[in-house]
């Protein structure tokens, strides 16, 4: 197998620089969605932020066909069996392309030869080894995803809930609270424990709470850290998030996923909580600390926060896009008391 691969990243729209960050924090190369890279395929599995990940295989040629020759045909070959060593056997039960003119007598031929060497089918619809053919910039580029599923679909995440934040997005959450180790750090409604997840996976904290209302999330919170593997690190706490049991200004570093009238709450309920919600997180929040929030209901928000004598200050928005929605992330900084 080859010694460098070239290497692309995809995350979610509105979250590449925070990924670009962390690949060169985590990697040491440079900061963008595509690099060479030299070391051990599976460090690129433990990127947080990024959507997936891919091995990219560039051949010279002007048409498709390029694709079906020997060598070229070897080299894609090459990267399919390097993501398929980085997991269990029978983790990649059938291929897809991902490509314009996909049912091309091209793509079947490369279909047919791929079957054969890898004695995997081909899945149009449901095949979990992905491979994106696209134009590159002295032919074409075949991409292959490391992973089965996105890197967002957590295997720790054995008990989920309705609306549950995506992964990659809480990780990006959690890098914008600037993490370390001697954190106080606290997830106001944590439901199933993912933004709580993504923190102790980071970095350890001094202290890590999540805080919830509801006995059911509270226990899928409970089993998605313990298959983490950092059920001992965290603290849940079953508690009204407008009247926490906690001292003044005792927190660094407070993360919530605010309900939006999605699959949680209504506008009338979200409403009554937010102005409330945000008052009680400056009162535990310690002088500078930061509070990372995301919501749709950017209006109300805003409008809370632009409450005469609001103790929190706007650091950054940005605005995520995931489907159908385009939730707005929010850094906000605890003025001093």
């Excluded at 433990?46 to 990219?56: E, G, K, M």
Aim: hydrophobic fraction near 45%; charged fraction near 20%.
């Amino acid at each position: 197998m080859p010694s460098v691969w070239q290497i692309e990243c995809e995350a979610l729209p509105g979250l590449e620089d925070l990924l670009g960050r962390e690949i060169e924090r985590r990697l040491g190369a440079a900061p963008s969605p595509g690099f060479r890279f030299t070391g051990p395929l599976a460090e690129l599995l433990q990127l947080r932020i990024a959507h997936s990940v891919y091995l990219v295989v560039a051949v010279r040629g002007a048409r498709p066909t390029a694709l079906l020759g020997h060598e070229n045909l070897q080299r894609l070959l090459a990267a399919i069996d390097a993501a398929r060593s980085l997991h269990p056997p029978g983790a990649f039960r059938s291929f897809r392309f991902s490509a314009a003119g996909s049912d091309s007598p091209t793509f079947r031929r490369l279909a047919a030869a791929l079957e054969e060497a890898t004695s995997l089918p081909q899945g149009p619809e449901t095949g979990d080894l992905l491979l994106r053919v696209r134009r590159g910039p002295d032919g074409w580029e075949t991409l292959v995803r490391l992973s089965p599923r996105p890197l967002s679909a957590r295997a720790w995440r054995v008990r989920n809930l309705p609306g549950a934040l995506n992964a990659g997005i809480a990780a990006a959450m959690v890098e914008l609270t600037g993490p370390r180790p001697g954190d106080r750090f606290a997830n106001l409604a944590c439901g199933s424990g993912t933004l709580l997840a993504e923190r102790l996976l980071r970095c350890r904290a001094q202290e890590a709470l999540g805080y919830e209302i509801e006995a059911a999330p509270l226990e899928a919170a409970r089993a998605n850290l313990a298959a983490a593997g950092v059920g001992r690190q965290a603290v849940l706490v079953r508690a009204d998030v407008t009247s926490l049991p906690r001292r003044d200004s005792s927190l660094d570093a407070i993360v919530v996923d605010l309900p939006y009238g999605d699959l949680m709450g209504t506008h009338a309920a979200n409403a009554a909580l937010y102005y409330p919600l945000l008052v009680e997180a400056a009162r535990v929040a310690a002088a500078g600390a930061r509070l990372v929030v995301i919501t749709e209901e950017v209006r109300l928000l805003e409008s809370c926060l632009a409450e005469s004598g609001s103790p929190w200050s706007v650091e950054r928005r940005l605005r995520v896009l995931q489907g159908g929605h385009q939730p707005l992330v929010v850094v906000l900084r605890r003025r001093p008391k």
